[in-house]
């Protein structure tokens, strides 16, 4: 127990640390600015091209285990979704904001952190994988799902390339393609280069944790929406166990695969459904109130599944 008090105290102490950060310094969330460009452009990309580039190759496109990731994710979003859409008068925008909120974990800040601290440095490549796919994924599901509800303001034409472009462009995304391009060349960096990487790459995890605690206690939970009820087991329980199901009855992956997925589902709801909600104006107190509340109860639940990966009680294959 012991050690997984060592890896859980050092990755929500940070976020605990911005947290009160936040409430000492008396700064506006808008005070994170640049910071939050440092960690999105400059320390994350560097840290999954890093990972990555060092791959081989071979590794890099098992596409039943993105499948199975995926197929998980998107369970979970449908459940939500149809919950909501029958019980809100088909209310189809937010119906959207509410399955992304019980599906789209915090993939992006805390997943390279704790599963790279958890897992070792062979975890890098199950996570580039699922936030690359996750993310394409959810960026065209979002706008395509605001657009039948009539929210979205492109339309044809239009709303395909400002989402193409939005995909494209993520710099996770496009250093992740540049780390598939290295590795597939064998390419390693002239040593000053690399040492330069080491020392962005290094920054990435506290400063994304860091800077999750100030945006946590800047944006305070104004009130309890009932719908957190079913969206809580879903994104921390529920998720994790599907993945875990699913990854068993596609085929056979690597420990530290299996683990690495079904720890990523476990993740609360990202800060980027804030973003979309505020993008759409649909739901967006209440999506602040899932971030707060998910990740609040997630020092629990993740403890929980490192507790029983660490001490042998979640078998790799769950239909031996």
Same mark, same amino acid.
């Given at each position: 127990?012991?050690?997984?008090?060592?890896?859980?105290?050092?990755?929500?102490?940070?976020?605990?640390?911005?947290?009160?950060?936040?409430?000492?310094?008396?700064?506006?969330?808008?005070?994170?600015?640049?910071?939050?460009?440092?960690?999105?452009?400059?320390?994350?990309?560097?840290?999954?091209?890093?990972?990555?580039?060092?791959?081989?190759?071979?590794?890099?496109?098992?596409?039943?285990?993105?499948?199975?990731?995926?197929?998980?994710?998107?369970?979970?979003?449908?459940?939500?979704?149809?919950?909501?859409?029958?019980?809100?008068?088909?209310?189809?925008?937010?119906?959207?904001?509410?399955?992304?909120?019980?599906?789209?974990?915090?993939i992006?800040?805390?997943? !390279?952190?704790?599963?790279? $601290? @958890?897992? &070792?440095?062979?975890?890098?490549? +199950?996570?580039?994988?699922? *936030? =690359?796919?996750?993310?394409?994924?959810?960026?065209?599901?979002?706008?395509?799902?605001?657009?039948?509800?009539?929210?979205?303001?492109?339309?044809?034409?239009?709303?395909?390339?400002?989402?193409?472009?939005?995909?494209?462009?993520?710099?996770?995304?496009?250093?992740?393609?540049?780390?598939?391009?290295?590795?597939y060349?064998?390419?390693?960096?002239?040593l000053?280069?690399?040492?330069?990487?080491?020392?962005?790459?290094?920054?990435?995890a506290?400063?994304?944790?860091?800077a999750?605690?100030?945006?946590?206690?800047l944006?305070?939970?104004?009130?309890f929406?009932?719908?957190?009820?079913?969206?809580?087991?879903?994104?921390?329980?529920?998720? !994790?166990?599907?993945?875990y $199901? @699913?990854? &068993?009855?596609?085929?056979?992956? +690597?420990?530290?695969?299996? *683990? =690495?997925?079904?720890?990523?589902?476990?993740?609360?709801t990202?800060?980027?459904?804030?973003?979309?909600a505020?993008?759409?104006?649909?739901?967006?107190?209440?999506?602040?109130?899932?971030?707060?509340?998910?990740?609040?109860?997630?020092?629990?639940?993740?403890?929980?599944?490192?507790?029983?990966?660490?001490?042998?009680?979640?078998?790799?294959?769950?239909?031996?």
């Open positions: 127990m012991a050690d997984i008090i060592g890896l859980v105290i050092p990755f929500f102490g940070l976020i605990f640390i911005g947290f009160i950060a936040a409430r000492i310094a008396e700064q506006p969330l808008e005070a994170l600015g640049w910071m939050n460009v440092f960690i999105v452009y400059v320390a994350l990309p560097a840290l999954f091209f890093q990972l990555v580039g060092k791959t081989p190759f071979e590794q890099l496109g098992n596409w039943r285990y993105i499948l199975g990731v995926v197929l998980a994710t998107y369970t979970i979003f449908t459940i939500m979704f149809a919950i909501s859409w029958l019980s809100s008068g088909r209310n189809i925008a937010a119906s959207t904001i509410k399955g992304l909120a019980s599906a789209y974990g915090n992006g800040y805390m997943a !390279p952190g704790l599963v790279l $601290l @958890a897992f &070792g440095p062979e975890a890098a490549v +199950p996570v580039a994988l699922i *936030f =690359s796919f996750e993310n394409v994924i959810h960026f065209a599901v979002a706008p395509m799902m605001m657009a039948i509800a009539g929210s979205e303001k492109g339309r044809g034409l239009a709303l395909a390339f400002q989402v193409t472009r939005k995909i494209l462009l993520h710099p996770f995304i496009i250093s992740t393609a540049a780390g598939v391009i290295a590795a060349y064998s390419w390693e960096p002239p000053a280069i690399e040492r330069f990487l080491d020392y962005l790459a290094g920054a990435a506290p400063c994304a944790l860091f999750m605690g100030v945006t946590l206690s944006r305070p939970l104004k009130r929406p009932r719908e957190l009820a079913l969206i809580v087991p879903l994104k921390l329980v529920v998720h !994790p166990i599907i993945c $199901l @699913a990854l &068993g009855l596609i085929g056979s992956f +690597p420990k530290i695969w299996v *683990f =690495s997925a079904v720890l990523t589902a476990s993740l609360p990202a800060t980027n459904v804030f973003v979309l505020q993008q759409y104006d649909v739901w967006v107190q209440r999506a602040s109130a899932s971030i707060l509340v998910t990740t609040a109860c997630s020092v629990f639940t993740v403890t929980a599944l490192l507790y029983a990966i660490m001490n042998g009680y979640l078998p790799i294959d769950p239909f031996p």
